[in-house]
């Protein structure tokens, strides 16, 4: 469980342009492991990638600003995000 800590933060983002079939997800997984964030990471039906970010603010921001790049092979169009009131606190980070 993650502590009451004000700082921790969950956001359900949607990123869309060419991110299926370029490694997206997996790429997504490593970087949420290396800035400490948790959640998950799926394709959705309409070409775009879905997540669910928990973490510290900050670590959540580096990853943001890295889902606006992301890997190689992807052009990412846009990424939203908005708050979210998820009552499940995430130990990891996981492909779904």
């Known amino acids: 469980m ?12 949607t990123v869309t342009g060419k991110v299926q079939g370029v490694g ?5 997984v490593r970087h949420a492991h290396l800035y400490k964030v948790n959640g998950w990471v799926r394709n ?3 070409g775009s990638v879905e997540l669910l970010l928990q973490g510290p ?5 580096l990853l943001l ?3 606006h790049k ?7 169009q ?3 995000s908005q708050r979210s009131f998820e009552d499940k606190h995430y130990k990891h980070f996981q492909l779904r």
């Open 57 to 61: 603010i900050d670590n959540i921001d």
């Open 65 to 67: 600003s890295w889902l």
């Open 24 to 28: 997206f997800r997996t790429a997504t």
């Open 44 to 46: 959705a039906p309409d």
């Open 78 to 80: 846009n990424v939203h």
């Open 70 to 76: 992301g890997p190689e092979n992807a052009v990412v």
């Open 2 to 13: 993650l502590s009451n800590n004000t700082n921790i933060e969950t956001l359900e983002v």
